[in-house]
């Protein structure tokens, strides 16, 4: 059973994942309630977009490219998160149920302002910006 029991089904999650780009914050918001299923369904339905991003065929800066990572930033609550594709839990509980589903550990962090916010405190942008893009280990 998931502990997201307010989750939608795939294919509700898909097509959130499809109006979430058009800028419906409601999707957006969905896909947020569903925890990392509804950010898994994001990525999923953007994948054309984040493969030509990483073989740089895509800019980051594009303007074409700004409601896709303002939708994946606000499913995954942290600011950039196309590098990471970590969904951040702001609720201590469904972290952990999640972590004994998945039988990882959490990383709590106690920072000032949110990881989706560009210009929160210092120690978020540091994190952000040196730890988040190193890529998973493969004992993950």
Do not use: H
């Not at 896709?68 to 995954?76: E, F, N, Y």
């Not at 589903?101 to 929160?120: A, F, M, Q, V, W």
């Amino acid at each position: 059973m998931s502990f997201f029991p307010w989750a939608a089904g795939a294919q509700d999650l898909k097509a959130s994942a499809e109006t979430a780009f058009a800028g419906d914050l409601s999707a957006v918001q969905s896909l947020r309630r569903s925890g990392p299923a509804g950010l898994q369904a994001l990525l999923e339905a953007a994948a054309p977009q984040i493969a030509e991003l990483r073989q740089n065929k895509l800019r980051l800066e594009a303007e074409a490219v700004l409601p896709l990572r303002t939708a994946v930033d606000g499913v995954a609550g942290q600011r950039d998160a196309l590098a990471s594709g970590l969904y951040w839990f702001t609720d201590l509980k469904a972290a952990r149920a999640e972590a004994v589903k998945t039988g990882r550990p959490i990383l709590s962090l106690r920072l000032l302002g949110n990881l989706d916010e560009e210009y929160c405190c210092a120690n978020s942008r540091f994190f952000r910006t040196v730890i988040m893009p190193i890529p998973p280990s493969r004992n993950t």
